[in-house]
């Protein structure tokens, strides 16, 4: 089963890890990120392209669950502005044995930064400023090959 989200709202954590968990599931491994106030960053604000955000993020979800053979994979992504501290992302991934579970965690972190279409924007005070990709995210993308 695929779970994805994007919303605005806040992230209910005990609610998500409750639907990740499943009674043919042996491990549930999670990741939850958060906004940080790096160099002062007072606000974060993200935005996105409705219906192929939603769809890039269920892609990769498939390819998760075809490659380790997950029970369950999901991913809810806020977004709107936010300020440090804030839940950003949450990632499970529901599978028989801990290894799959904790491998396709990591795969889903790292490939959802540089392929699905959310923007960044973050205030520093009065200045704003749009976030560029970063090589660190594209090459943490890489290390797990093209999946088509």
Known sequence: MIRVVVQAAPIDLAAEFAAAEGADAGAVATFTGLVRG????????????????????????????????????????RVGPMVPGDRVVFVATTAR????????????????????????????????????????DDAAAARWGDLG
């Open 97 to 136: 044995h801990r290894g799959a579970a904790l491998e396709a965690c990591a795969f889903l972190i790292d490939r959802l930064k540089t392929g699905a279409p959310f923007w960044k924007r973050e205030r520093r005070g009065a200045e704003t400023r749009w976030v560029e990709a970063r090589e660190s």
């Open 38 to 77: 790096d160099d002062g960053v007072t606000e974060l604000a993200l935005e996105h392209y409705p219906g192929a955000t939603e769809r890039a993020l269920e892609a990769l979800c498939e390819q998760a669950v075809a490659r380790w053979s997950l029970v369950k994979a999901t991913v809810v992504h």
